[in-house]
């Protein structure tokens, strides 16, 4: 079974963010039918991420979190948009994970926000966070404006299809975390291996 976490940086009760990304897991059940959906959201675990960001240390809530993200076979991220770009409390708890968590993970993004004039926060913001991560996001990333809730048609395609994609990744028969043919290491080099 294939194993999917979902990471929702929605602030409110009940949460645009928290709908697309519901989307996106339901997109992604219908491509690949055997799979297993663990929702994270990260309102809960707000107090938590920032105790750790000072001490160094998950509380059991947190760890909690961090190894269901970890130990997924994917990831489906998504943020609302603050001040133009993914929220502090979304990259706050990315910033708690080790910097190898990610390696190869396939991810599907997505985000929300007030206008579409945001919908560049997939390219500029999400992608190079998780590049820097060593993750591997899908080709189609999905924003949702409020505009996209009152007739969600085109949502729904976009949300299909990035479904698809992420799908059809996760069952690909490269395992996630393969290094490239030829790929050395930054550190390998450093010590002039």
């Known amino acids: 079974m294939t194993t999917i976490a979902v990471v929702t940086a929605g602030l409110s009760q009940p949460s645009s963010t928290r709908l697309l990304a519901d989307k996106l897991a339901a997109a992604v059940s219908?491509?690949?039918?055997?799979?297993?959906?663990?929702?994270i959201e990260l309102r809960d675990l707000a107090v938590d991420v920032t105790k750790n960001m000072l001490t160094g240390f998950p509380s059991p809530a947190l760890r909690a979190a961090i190894d269901t993200v970890t130990t997924a076979d994917g990831l489906i991220?998504?943020?609302p948009v603050f001040t133009a770009?993914?929220?502090?409390?979304?990259?706050?708890?990315?910033?708690?994970l080790d910097q190898k968590a990610l390696d190869g993970k396939p991810v599907l993004v997505g985000a929300t926000g007030g206008t579409e004039r945001h919908s560049l926060v997939l390219d500029f913001a999400l992608r190079p966070l998780f590049a820097y991560l060593r993750a591997e996001p899908v080709a189609t990333a999905v924003y949702a404006a409020s505009s996209?809730?009152?007739?969600p048609g085109d949502l729904d395609k976009r949300?299909?299809?990035a479904g698809r994609e992420f799908a059809s990744r996760l069952s690909s028969d490269s395992p996630a975390g393969a290094p490239e043919s030829g790929f050395v290491p930054f550190e390998q080099l450093l010590a002039g291996g």
């Open 30 to 39: 219908v491509a690949l039918p055997d799979v297993k959906i663990e929702v």
């Open 77 to 79: 991220a998504v943020t």
């Open 85 to 96: 770009s993914y929220s502090g409390l979304f990259k706050s708890f990315f910033d708690v």
């Open 148 to 151: 996209d809730w009152a007739s």
């Open 159 to 161: 949300a299909s299809r």
